[in-house]
């Protein structure tokens, strides 16, 4: 039920760009993106439901494919502060194509680092 | 803007003890959750409240382990006779919930987080 993040890990000089992706093999009714840094607690980065609607900071882009239950996450321009460990977390839709109220099941992270 | 508040955020105990862990969530929230993160891993979800009912606990959630949620305001999780595989850190997190517009209310924020070692 985990979701698979690729690639692992990441490493790119300032102003370049990246691509994170999430699959999942069961039907997804919403994919959150967190950052989260050493020692600190993930923090919220984009939310993408079933159906289109979507709702993330500005400088950070993502797509939702639900024939094929993928994600990705656009990091464009990357900065020092984009460092840090990424996240996607799955939720699963009831059977009645609704939330399952939020409860969130993690992959095992993209590592980004950013050099100067 | 205050967001989902944890204390404390550090606890050294001895196995066998009994710890506490409490959690303020966003004021207008309605759900509140405990996920549990260890080194390398993703977060992993242990227990869900909707107001003051817990409405889902995770196989990874011994006997040992309580979370309660009076009010439907701020929640405690406590752990009972640690034992060293319990050490982690023990996030909290809340959201708006199904039914409020935009459906994307339902983004859910996690708290600074309350790190566990049983030594």
């Known amino acids: 039920q985990q979701p698979v993040q690729s690639p692992q890990a990441v490493i790119l000089r300032e102003g370049e760009d990246a691509v994170i992706n999430c699959s999942s093999s069961?039907?997804?009714?919403?994919v959150h993106w967190y950052r989260q840094k050493h020692g600190e607690a993930p923090v919220f980065l984009m939310i993408?439901?079933?159906?289109?609607e979507q709702k993330g900071h500005e400088k950070i882009s993502a797509s939702f494919n639900e024939k094929k239950q993928q994600s990705s996450l656009y990091l464009t321009a990357s900065q020092l502060s984009y460092s840090g460990t990424y996240f996607c977390?799955?939720?699963?839709?009831?059977?009645?194509?609704?939330?399952?109220?939020?409860?969130?099941?993690f992959g095992q992270g993209t590592i980004l680092t950013v050099h100067p | 803007d205050t967001g989902v508040s944890q204390n404390p955020r550090h606890k050294i105990t001895k196995r066998g003890q009994n710890v506490t862990f409490r959690c303020d969530p966003i004021?207008?929230?309605?759900?509140l959750y405990w996920y549990r993160q260890t080194l390398g891993q993703g977060p992993e979800f242990l227990t869900y409240?909707?107001?003051?009912?817990?409405?889902?606990k995770s196989r990874l959630l011994s006997d040992r382990f309580s979370a309660e949620r009076p009010k439907g305001s701020f929640s405690t999780l406590e752990i009972q006779r640690t034992e060293q595989g319990d050490s982690a850190m023990y996030l909290c997190?809340?959201?708006?919930?199904?039914?409020?517009?935009?459906?994307?209310?339902?983004?859910?924020?996690f708290g600074e987080g309350s790190w566990l070692t049983v030594v």
């Open positions: 997190a809340s959201s708006l919930g199904e039914g409020f517009r935009p459906r994307s209310g339902n983004t859910i924020y």
């Open positions: 069961k039907a997804l009714y919403s």
């Open positions: 993408l439901l079933k159906g289109g």
């Open positions: 977390g799955t939720e699963m839709g009831n059977n009645a194509g609704g939330t399952s109220y939020g409860k969130l099941t």
């Open positions: 004021s207008e929230h309605n759900r």
């Open positions: 409240f909707q107001n003051e009912a817990q409405l889902e």
